[in-house]
């Protein structure tokens, strides 16, 4: 430790009595957190590791250890809940000031110190130790440490490990929005899901215009999708839309088109709305008449009720469910029905649309997502590939329509058909920024 190093016994010497006496519990957990509040800001993140591994884990990771670290004294009272709160809270302070400050390289270190196995050895000669072993343990196997890796896993290649992974912004969204949450972790993960986001964004800016120049390096830029180079061809295919008929246009007419309507009315408008001009009309019928009769069971009461913002907004989230889940549990028949042929790209067109005329429905959008992300997890890579499809086109539209970069398709020969349908080939797709328009 260097000279200037803080110590929480030196901090606050009190903390170190609470073996002997009773300590309130939440003013203990505050004068923790206000302790690393501290130590981040001043410290290097060596140091902060090492108070960090001093308070909650030395001495469990030794074999000659007779007494617990000073922490695991003030929730001893069968309040390991309480314990894992602090853990947590502590873990994500230092989290947030590493992202805030561009030290976040440093984040997996302090995820890695749980994984020593010396913890998970139990000495029964020392019941209180095999105690505090047992509720570190017990985090580590715990939904919060899984979180806690998301922050570590930026630092990994995502092309390695499971598949899941390339997915990990849009399960930070739900952690974001998780009111169970404590403040600091909400704050890390809409952080950290918005530079993964940026990044992606990035890079298939870079990507595009690297792989259409004869003169651009062919290795700087990556292609930031695993749908290999044909990629460039589906990216002109979602841009290919624009002008009159653009899906922005469309929805900014449908928005004002739709604002006197009641609710039984604006049902049958959106369902016309959404399924206008989708391809393979054919093949989406049997969908489109199942969307139709469960979105006219909802709310069935409030038919004749006109449409607000509020039921505007509520009535596109549901919309939403229809198509992706509607439990948060497992994907909906809808959802199903569509991607198992393979219409990824017309579920995703569907979404988009959706979003256009709503643009508050975005978080819920992600946040079902990362639902269906966890329905999947547990599959196998070769069983889901469908479904990465799927998140690969997503990410895809979504970072071309529905972020702050515009894309547009241009004519780059004079004797090309006017009709880029015809050939893709003649055409190239620049970008540029944009201001947003629609909240």
Known sequence: MTANSLSISQEYPHLVMSQSRPLNVQIAQEEVYSFFVEIVKKLSPDDVLREFKGLFIDGLDSQDSHSIPVIYSIF?????????????????????????????????ELVNLFANPNLKVKNNNFP??????????????????QELKLFAGKHEELSKGHWANRYNSYLLVDQSVNENNCRDQQEAARKLSRQMKDKFKFELAMYIARSQSAVSSTTRYTNPSILGD?????IKA???KKGVFSYENIANIFVKQTQEQTLKEFKI???????????????????????AENLSLWKKDYSQEIITKELFLRTCN???DCLTTENGKEPSSLFILLLAPGHSLTLVIILLKTILICRNSRRHLE??????????????????????????????????????VEYNLIKMEENQSSNPQLNLDGYRVFSQMKVDRQK
């Open 76 to 108: 001893l009272n069968d309040n390991e809940q309480e314990f894992c709160n602090t853990l947590k809270r502590c873990s994500y302070i230092i989290i947030n000031n590493w992202t805030t400050n561009r030290k976040d390289k440093y984040i997996p």
């Open 128 to 145: 209180a130790i095999n105690n505090c072993k047992s509720w570190l343990e017990n985090f580590i196997n715990s939904k919060d440490y």
């Open 230 to 234: 044909n990629v460039l061809h589906l």
């Open 238 to 240: 979602i841009v290919l």
């Open 269 to 291: 408008s959106i369902e016309k709305y959404l399924f206008f001009s989708v391809d393979n009309q054919n093949l989406v019928e049997n969908l489109r008449r199942q969307f």
């Open 318 to 320: 549901r919309v939403i």
């Open 367 to 404: 946040i079902r997502i990362a639902h269906l992300i966890r329905y999947y997890e547990k599959y196998p890579k070769d069983e889901c590939k469908w479904v990465i499809n799927f998140m690969e086109i997503f990410n895809i539209t979504f970072a071309i329509y529905a972020e702050n």
